[in-house]
């Protein structure tokens, strides 16, 4: 573990094989939304058309590609930290940058290193005292943890808590089971491979040296056959309130466990097809009462709460690009794709706006042409709606709510 504000090792970067996208057709037809009132994005009753419509969002500030070399943002958490919302990104840069989001734009905080190649996934959650815990997924197998604190001067202390035994995989995806008010996260989550690994997050004192090798509380093995290992790969993760475990795969398949009360995944999921092709996003709405899909088919689509009976299709967007990243914002969904940021209405899915992001740097990495895809997007806790995107070309977009009368 190191925190350091000296530029990070890049030799790692072209080390990881692209992988090849599907991107099959799909049905275009609209499911419309069921005629009984259903739960907002936002918890709360469903405010009118006008209403939603009224809010959308605008470019405020974007980083240069140097944010991150250049390199793909691969993951974004978001949080607060005492006073003051915190983010933090990462990617094929290998390490960790924290920001600080303002009315004014977004300011760098520092760095950390973790070591261990690219950092594939960021999670973090609220800790007692208004401390966060930030959790970080990489390419050497491996899970760390942090404590950070918000300092007297305004600056961010970052204290190592423990690293993981290694996964069976590359860490793609994290989840921390949301706390209660004022209380640790329960449980978290994470992917390598095939497997799903289920932690009890250890919180050492502030002064106890950092643990190695943890080692997890379960692990649920979904395949043993090496060739659907390949083809079936669990790619994200997403823990409700309401004591659910969803996570999506290269097959386009969805699966939803129930979680029993020390945390730990129990009883067989259930488990649909809910794309063509790779699921990009499952995400629970607030309250646990529903859950969002996006994959590359180009589709987000809502569903009912997953029981023993299966999943219920509430509505589906109109056919959008490759979607790789989604949000929610006070009953919004908002949906990364190729050069732009799509907000869409939280019970219908149908589009509501659009925010066009600047074309890419020269030398970064991304497509040969075009703009550069919208890889991760994180809500700004206490920033009245904010989001920051992150790209494939290494930068970091604020966008900011705007009313539209």
């Known amino acids: 573990f190191l925190a350091s504000a000296t530029p990070p090792s890049t030799d790692n970067a072209n080390t990881h094989k692209r992988e090849s996208d599907v991107h099959k057709a799909q049905d275009r037809t609209l499911v419309r939304r069921v005629a009984q009132p259903q739960e907002s994005c936002s918890g709360s009753r469903v405010s009118t058309d006008r209403e939603r419509r009224r809010m959308l969002l605008r470019l405020a500030h974007t980083t240069g590609g140097a944010a991150h070399d250049g390199r793909s943002v691969l993951a974004l958490a978001a949080a607060q930290l005492g006073s003051s919302s915190l983010f933090a990104s990462a990617g094929h840069s290998a390490d960790i940058r924290l920001w600080r989001a303002t009315a004014a734009g977004i300011e760098p905080l520092g760095e950390i290193r973790p070591g261990g190649g690219s950092v594939f996934s960021l999670e973090a959650s609220p800790l007692p005292g208004g401390d966060c815990l930030l959790l970080a997924g990489s390419f050497s197998r491996v899970v760390f943890a942090w404590r950070l604190r918000e300092e007297a001067g305004g600056g961010t202390a970052v204290t190592p808590l423990w690293q993981s035994a290694q996964h069976t995989g590359w860490v793609r995806a994290l989840a921390i089971d949301p706390a209660e008010a004022a209380a640790a996260p329960r449980a978290a989550y994470s992917i390598g491979c095939n497997r799903i690994l289920s932690w009890a997050p250890p919180l050492p004192p502030p002064d106890a040296p950092a643990a190695s090798g943890v080692t997890a509380q379960d692990e649920i093995a979904l395949y043993e056959d090496e060739e659907q290992v ?75 709460r997953p029981s023993p009976g299966g999943a219920r299709l509430l509505s589906q967007s109109a056919l959008l690009p490759r979607v790789h990243s989604l949000a929610l914002t006070g009953g919004h969904v908002h949906a990364g794709v190729k050069g732009e940021v799509v907000s869409l209405e939280g019970e219908s899915l149908s589009e509501v706006g659009r925010v066009a992001l600047p074309p890419r740097e020269a030398g970064a990495e991304a497509e040969a042409s075009g703009a550069p895809r919208v890889t991760a997007l994180a809500t700004g806790r206490g920033l009245h709606g904010a989001l920051l995107a992150g790209d494939s070309s290494g930068r970091l977009h604020l966008l900011v709510p705007r009313v539209r009368e």
Not at 261 to 267: A, F, H, L, M, Y
């Open 230 to 304: 390949r083809s079936k790969d669990i790619l994200c993760l997403a823990a409700s309130t309401g004591g659910a475990l969803a996570a999506g795969s290269v097959d386009g398949q969805v699966r939803c466990w129930r979680v029993g009360s020390n945390g730990v995944p129990t009883g067989v999921p259930v488990r649909w097809a809910a794309h063509a092709g790779r699921v990009s996003c499952v995400r629970f709405t607030p309250g646990g009462g529903g859950l969002l899909t996006a994959g590359l088919d180009g589709a987000v689509k809502r569903w009912a």
